[in-house]
């Protein structure tokens, strides 16, 4: 079932990221007779970012930022591609993520466009990027003026000219890709933190005792990762959105993959297993609660510290465990509890039950 339960999550992480790419409108608001879409991002007391769109619903998705002394490194080392529109000034400025023929050839021959954006861009606005239904323009923690809205209508209005057939996500070579490519690697390190993660249960989590096993997943998952970075930069070298793209990978692959690959050699431990369950008689410790914070309130794991009653038998019970809070509470220090041990497909050794024994 836990397996499962990964897999699943997994899979809708994978569609998440692929087809979610709209972003939220909080509320519809009307600025001199025009309306336009305001977002925000909230940390925990404040707001931290303002968005303000207006509409543009097309399959085209694209981002226009300042460009950064990171952008011109990986220029220089050839990671990615700039895209040039002969304007000098808007050049040095703008450093625009999108490999769709059709914007490009709209940014070099529209000078109202281009203004537009430098006008944005020189206000505050840290990023302006189109999601499929809008055109959004953000900044920090402050309203847009009537300026930026004004900028904003231009810029819009400019795009809805293009002719609809000429901006079909089949003319942009790199965007499906990018977004198999990072819906892939979230999905991946997903299944392998929510299998390393403390959770909630309401009955005992399968796991293993031999740290053998996670070393040699370890092992694995690095491996798994370095290929896929390798065959990322293949992929998206040459790309204006490269970069972006292959440093995302390289840290999501860093902090997902080896989880991953743990997780992955468990479960194939754990699942394939048809070897005889045996009962081992283990003493109760100690207990203890563990408060765990979340965004939206918090929860508690509820642990057992055992020992074997004979050393000489599994001595990697000697740990402590995690197991639901009503035998948690049902438990004493001192007490007996009994271990179902199984010896596991990969012959490393796994917990498949804690129960409280019979006296």
């Not at 972003?23 to 707001?47: C, H, L, P, Q, T």
């Not at 952008?71 to 591609?81: N, Q, T, Y």
Request: glycine share 6%.
């Amino acid at each position: 079932m836990w397996i499962a339960v990964r897999i699943l999550l997994a899979i809708v992480v994978f569609c998440w990221n692929l087809f979610s790419r709209e972003r939220a409108v909080k509320e519809r608001r009307v600025s001199n007779n025009r309306e336009w879409a305001y977002g925000e991002d909230r940390g925990k007391n404040s707001r931290t970012h303002v968005y303000f769109g207006m509409a543009f619903r097309e399959p085209v998705y694209f981002s226009i930022t300042k460009e950064s002394d990171v952008d011109r490194f990986f220029e220089h080392i050839g990671f990615s591609e700039k895209f040039m529109t002969g304007d000098g000034t808007f050049d040095h400025e703008a450093y625009i993520s999108c490999d769709h023929p059709t914007i490009h050839q709209t940014l070099q021959s529209d000078e109202k466009m281009r203004q537009a954006i430098e006008t944005l861009l020189d206000s505050g606005v840290t990023k302006i990027f189109a999601d499929g239904h809008n055109i959004w323009a953000c900044q920090g923690n402050v309203d847009p003026t009537q300026t930026q809205l004004e900028a904003l209508g231009v810029l819009a209005n400019e795009l809805n000219k293009i002719d609809t057939s000429s901006l079909l996500l089949v003319h942009d070579p790199f965007t499906w890709k990018a977004f198999a490519a990072s819906a892939l690697i979230w999905s991946l390190a997903t299944y392998g933190w929510t299998g390393l993660s403390p959770t909630q249960t309401e009955c005992i989590a399968p796991f293993s005792i031999d740290g053998g096993l996670l070393w040699h997943g370890l092992k694995i998952g690095i491996f798994i990762a370095i290929i896929a970075l390798v065959l990322i930069i293949g992929v998206f070298r040459g790309s204006s959105r490269g970069h972006r793209i292959i440093v995302e990978s390289f840290f999501v692959l860093l902090l997902g993959l080896p989880a991953f690959g743990m997780a992955v050699t468990s479960d194939i431990n754990i699942s394939l297993d048809k070897s005889q369950p045996e009962v081992v008689c283990t003493r109760v410790l100690s207990k203890e609660q563990i408060y765990h914070s979340t965004r939206h309130g918090h929860y508690y794991t509820y642990h057992l510290r055992i020992m074997p009653t004979q050393d000489q038998e599994h001595p990697d019970l000697c740990r402590r465990v995690q197991v639901p809070c009503d035998l948690y509470e049902r438990v004493a220090g001192g007490s007996n509890v009994s271990v179902v041990v199984r010896q596991g497909a990969l012959s490393h050794p796994w917990v498949e039950n804690i129960s409280l024994a019979s006296r």
